[in-house]
């Protein structure tokens, strides 16, 4: 994801001052709750993330561009998450 958003920064100068905000508010509650271990605490970063996405999508006018605030569980047999479970 940071690499993905890097890019952004980097193809479109104009989305810089928005990634500078959702790094700045993203990334270190997701790295500091990991260090934690908590899941309570993990499974509300990464709902701020869900909607730190969305305002920064709304921000540049992409707000039909949506992203659920919890990630739906995988369908992957690599992951320990096989089809239809």
């Known amino acids: 994801m940071e690499k993905m958003i890097k890019?952004?920064?980097?193809?479109?100068?104009?989305?810089?001052v928005s990634v500078q905000i959702f790094n700045g508010i993203v990334f270190p509650a997701l790295y500091s709750t990991v260090k934690t271990r908590n899941w309570?605490?993990?499974?509300q970063a990464v709902a701020?993330?869900?909607?730190q996405c969305m305002a920064c999508h709304a921000r540049e006018g992409f707000s039909f561009i949506?992203?659920?605030s919890i990630p739906p569980k995988p369908s992957s047999i690599v992951l320990g998450f096989p089809e239809g479970s």
């Open 7 to 16: 890019r952004v920064a980097q193809a479109r100068p104009k989305r810089a």
């Open 48 to 51: 701020n993330t869900g909607a």
């Open 66 to 68: 949506t992203v659920p």
């Open 40 to 43: 309570g605490k993990f499974s």
